[in-house]
Each structure stands twice: as C-alpha cells, then as structure tokens.
C-alpha cells in the first residue's frame, strides 16, 4: 500500500523569505501523480502543484516548486518570497496512474506560519 | 475553472435528524466525486468514491446506511447523514475529478466543506 509521510508537524517563516516542505512516500508503482494541496484558515483545499513522476523536470507554479526526486521517493516543495497569505496547512499527496477512481493519500500536513 | 461548490457550508441539526449535502462540479462534469471528512488539525479522511450512476465504493470502517451517497449527475453528488448523533459532528469535504472538454484531467478539485454540528 502506498504512504505519505510529512515530518514537519509545523513550520514557521519570515516574511519573504524561502521555506522548503518535506514529503516522502513509498510505492512500487513506477507511473504515479504526486500533488501539494494547501488548506488556509478558511479550510478550502487548493491545488498548489501537481507533478507527473513520468516527468523529470521538476514542476513550477510562481513562486512555488518542487524537487522531485523519483529514487529516493522524495517530493519537497518551496515556497520563495513567502506571503501572508501562504500560512496554511499544507499537504501532500499521491495518486496512482489511470483509473477512473484512483484515490488520493494525504500525509498528516505541515502547518506552515508565515511572520510579519 | 474547476470549481467545485458545496451546500450548505454549515449546519446544525438535531440529534436523530438527517442532514443532506449537496456537491456540485460548476464548469466541468464531474465522472468521479469523493467525500471526505476531516478532523480538526487532522488530514482528511476518505469516506467513499462515488461515479456518475453507479453505487458508491466505501471505505472500510465506514457504514453505509448512516452516510448516504447518490451521484446522479455529471454535476451533482449528494451524501446524506442518516440519524445524526453529536458523534458525527465533523467538517464534510467533496472533491470532483472528470472529463474537461476533451482533455481529461486526473487531478481532485475540493469543494469548500461543511461543517456539521449535531446537538
């Protein structure tokens, strides 16, 4: 079965400055999604990256992205320029390829605080 | 685009009632929905996969005569708390996965939750 591991509990940030968020997961799968969601005060989860582990290179959104590494089974995301409005709790997921109803698994989230 | 609404977003009812949430895809149609529930400072926890005219598939440890769940549109699944007692207060979160246009698209879009209190 697949897993996803955080092990940051919390983490905490100055304002504009870079933050990187862990994220391992185990599967034997070879062609696999792997997403970062973040889920501010207001609880409504968005999509932040989303990365094909068919692709190489790493995926990019703004100020947000991701060192994949496919090897060693590792998936961190960076924040650059950190903002206020980034303080949220942020999760990461992994989806299996194809399928109609392949699940998400989330791990247990990083609740990231950015400071004024 | 990908917006997926969710109603109510809050609700209280009596112990004994039942309480009916409604998710919507907005501007794609959604062949797959999920229903998931969330403990505060937990992640979220999958109840059930639900397609487009077919029964729902629930996880294990989750009853399915208590937590009802119609998908009979491309647009629209319903997940329906029978007999609420205070145990199943929660915050109940919908996400949508489908077809846009003629590009599929794997990736789970979240409705914004409703929180249920059960007196």
């Known amino acids: 079965a697949q897993t996803v591991t955080q092990s940051q509990p919390e983490m905490s940030v100055q304002e504009a400055e870079t933050v990187t968020l862990s994220c391992t997961y185990d599967?034997?799968?070879?062609?696999?999604?792997l997403f970062w969601y973040k889920q501010p005060p207001s609880r409504q989860m968005i999509l932040v990256i989303r990365?094909?582990?068919?692709?190489?290179q790493n995926a990019t959104e703004n100020r947000f992205s991701v060192n994949f590494q496919k090897a060693a089974k590792s998936f961190s995301l960076k924040i650059s320029d950190s903002q206020l409005g980034d303080t949220a709790m942020y999760f990461c997921a992994f989806m299996n390829y194809g399928g109609a109803t392949n699940k998400l698994i989330f791990g247990t989230g990083t609740l990231l605080a950015v400071q004024p | 685009g990908a917006v997926v609404s969710q109603h109510p977003s809050w609700v209280i009812c009596k112990s004994g009632t039942s309480v009916k949430i409604e998710c919507r895809s907005l501007d794609f149609q959604a062949t797959t929905m999920f229903w998931y529930r969330q403990f505060p400072k937990q992640s979220l926890m999958l109840m059930a996969t639900?397609?487009?005219?077919?029964?729902?598939?629930?996880e294990q440890g989750v009853e399915k005569d208590k937590f009802l769940i119609n998908h009979a549109s491309l647009t629209l699944s319903t997940l329906t708390v029978t007999s609420a007692h205070p145990e199943d207060s929660s915050f109940y979160i919908c996400?949508?996965?489908?077809?846009?246009?003629?590009?599929?698209?794997?990736?789970?879009?979240f409705g914004p939750g409703t929180r249920l209190t059960v007196l």
């Open positions: 990365q094909e582990a068919y692709k190489q």
């Open positions: 599967t034997s799968e070879s062609n696999y999604y």
């Open positions: 996400s949508a996965r489908g077809s846009r246009g003629q590009q599929r698209t794997d990736t789970q879009y």
């Open positions: 639900s397609n487009e005219g077919s029964k729902a598939t629930y």
